[in-house]
């Protein structure tokens, strides 16, 4: 069976059907967390981190991933993926924003994404 796994801080039960639906192009959807990355972690640790998440990641054998997260570590990640053969991929979306003032000044920004596709690293 194939697997496209979904690594990122958002789980594909909240997705909407349209990605979901191209996810399963690729394959039965499995969700593993994209690590948390705390700011005073070393390089040492960083890449300890993307090594442990990318073994996470391989035990599935996807036949996809789409890898999303903070910036460093998913670079990492996305580096050792594709180094084994494994096409990875990010998803694309409009991002529509609507602002509301409140008679004090408070300013809310509602912020809606519209899943476009996924795009290739």
Request: glycine content about 4%; overall charge neutral; aromatic content about 8%.
């Amino acid at each position: 069976m194939k697997i496209f796994v979904n690594c990122s801080n958002h789980p594909s039960a909240k997705w909407s059907a349209a990605q979901r639906e191209a996810a399963e192009q690729y394959g039965k959807i499995a969700d593993i967390p994209f690590p948390a990355v705390a700011c005073d972690l070393t390089d040492m640790q960083l890449e300890e981190l993307a090594q442990q998440t990318t073994a996470e990641i391989l035990a599935k054998k996807p036949a996809a991933v789409m890898c999303m997260g903070e910036f460093v570590v998913c670079f990492r990640i996305v580096q050792k993926l594709k180094k084994s053969g494994i096409r990875v991929l990010a998803s694309c979306s409009e991002r529509h924003a609507v602002e509301h003032v409140e008679k004090d000044g408070t300013v809310h920004k509602e912020a809606v994404f519209v899943f476009q596709g996924f795009r290739e690293y």
